[in-house]
């Protein structure tokens, strides 16, 4: 086993469900996680000698996934490719969490999920945002309220 | 206005983690390895064209450019051109053949060239050319307004943009056509920049070459790019760009211009050529 493959088999769960969270829909995370592993082994001499090359791997997801997200385009030829069967996931009556991001802003939306799924910090998705900190802040901040609208029931369960 | 803290947060996306986890199927590594190869060969196969074509068959596409008297890229889909001989993809010789190896396609054309400045048109850009006859104003930090940086010559025009991601991040670049008027005429380049609220320049895909009053200028390795026409993104990264040995304007005949179609790839430091004739010389 390569590293690439420990690599893979330690991060491509978290990647992929960051990237339903963002979009709401785990076969499209998964084919997009997918295609961004793809892309990081194609360059992994290099990737492995970052401190986080899982970093670099969310980075791509995201970046697909926004892509996609607008115009959707090379994701549906990807997945008549690669998709051997239907895919299974959790129906959005069951994750309630996915229904209520889907209706944030996308940015409010990338930044609650990066923050509370991928434990990237304020200052770090401030860097990959390439905006101020406060304005990270500010969307933690309307992002959390906006939920809290949606998942007052929840947070009684949770809490 | 309420907002959940912290550890109410993390307690519901913690949970969501968990319930989303158990569906995920990850296709595999080796799927990821193999699909890499694929392109990676690929990549390799159409420089070795490129070599190819410029060592052994360059008087036959000069006829064959020459013949062609378009002044555009052809219209996806794309087919394979004089420029683009079929060629058997060499055998891996490191690995034995995947047992599921994906289907070797041909890039398509994704994205077109667009005239004018697009959301470049206020953009500061630093520029930088290799070209001695660009104006020392059209290099360092350039200043657009609606495109144009300068009242008169020299100017700097931005004349076309184009939207492809080059480097494989999954983000956007966006394609400049650069024009440094001197004259009637002037040096061109073909620049990657990411976007933003401060663009920078990626890298220079490529750049003409010097001219002269007869419209082209030989280095001494010979004749190199003079015009750099339309050019097109291909859905693996690629740009593909017609280029001329010589300006025609101005009394020069259109047709004393030789035209190639060069594709050119990023490699994470610059760009390379890697498809296509590298040379006019007959």
Redesign the interface.
Known sequence: MDD??DF??AQ???V??QV??YTGD?PLA?DIA?E????????WE?LRSYDDPAA?VR??????A??RWRRG??AAAYVR??RAEH????SPD??A??RALATLPERHRRA?ILH??ADMSIADIARQE?VPANTVKSWL?RA??E???Q?GD??EV?? | ????HD???????S???D???R???????????R??RV??RNRRVLATVAAAVALLVPSGIIVATQMNGSNSLPQPPTTPGPTAPTVTPPSPTATPSPTAS??TEPPEV?AQAVQGPGELANAKLTLSWTNPHASPACSGAVTFANGVSGVSTPSVHILSTMKL?VD?????EILAKIFCQTSEAGPLQLVAIRP??NPTILGVVVESADFDGNGRLDPPDGPGIVVINDYVGL?DGTIRVEVADRFTCCGIPVDSALRQERTYAWD?SSFVQVDGPTTFLE
């Open positions: 690439f493959t893979y088999a491509f769960h978290g992929t469900v339903f969270a785990l998964q997918q961004a592993f793809t892309r990081a082994v194609m360059r290099k670099w980075r791509v997801a995201f970046n697909l926004a892509s385009r090379i490719r690669q895919v299974e996931g959790p069951r994750v969490l996915a609650v509370y799924l390439n901040h959390r309220t939920l809290a609208a998942l929840l947070r949770s809490s | 206005m309420t907002e959940f550890t109410d947060l993390r307690g519901i996306f949970d969501f983690a319930t989303a986890s569906y995920v199927r990850p296709p595999g590594a080796d799927l990821a390895q699909q890499a392109r990676i994906p289907t994704v991601d494989g991040d999954g983000a956007e933003g609220p859905s994470g």
